[in-house]
């Protein structure tokens, strides 16, 4: 168990990072939860989890502006005193061809998905070296290291992000800081409802183990590159995608 250690996570209200903040849960750790509109489904969750600790934060912050994701962190800091864990989750996707996207869509989807992403990183690095302690651990995509078709802008900003966690381990590893990626593959989320049901079947097929990912599975390797048993692993990008590239 983790008790007074801290973990935050970025774009936590539902998916792939309410399953993330229940498994830390789990685990023992105090929980800072963050959504940007989400307020229902965040107030939700953080009465879900309550039921179990109290040790359980929820913020609204929109963590792509600099200033409200320093909102987000120092509400972690005043209730909890620091942050062990930073999880940037916060992500967007965006479906279609790319000469159909407008410089609105390229700003909008860069700055949820790779902003918030430095923006929090940077917040939570200088008290990491001074406690020579930390874990940080971004939510990537496989299609950041394969590209996809009608996926352009996600794949770009999800290739971004693993160049990022690559250099900043570097960077931090003197400091006893490690950072990684979790590169998924398809993962049974809300994100997925843009396909029918045919679309679903068919893209399953497509995968080795013939079905896709649960929130469960990309949580509990969140959680183990947390712990003390991961503590030689960073710089890495690794695939949760059974079998996909």
Known sequence: MNLNKTVLITGSSRGIGGAIAEAFLKDGYNIVINAKKSEEELKTLEKRLKNHSESVLAVMADVSVYEEATKLYKSACEKFGSVDVLINNAGISHFGL???????????????????????????????????????????????????????????????????????????????????????????????????????????????????GKTEEAASLAVYLASEKAQYLTGQIITVDGGFL
């Open 98 to 212: 790319f000469s159909d996207t407008t410089q609105s869509d390229w700003q909008n989807i860069i700055n949820t998905n790779l902003i918030s992403c430095m923006n929090m990183s940077h917040l939570v690095v200088p008290d990491m070296i001074s406690r020579k302690s930390g874990r940080i651990i971004n939510i990537s995509s496989v299609w950041g290291i394969s590209g996809a078709s009608c996926e352009v802008l996600y794949s770009t900003t999800k290739g971004a992000i693993n160049t990022f966690t690559k250099a900043l381990a570097k960077e931090l590893a003197p400091s006893n800081i490690s950072v990684n990626a979790i590169a998924l593959g398809v993962i049974d989320t809300e994100m997925n409802n843009n396909l029918s049901e045919e679309e679903k079947h068919a893209l399953a097929e497509e995968i080795p183990m013939g079905r896709f």
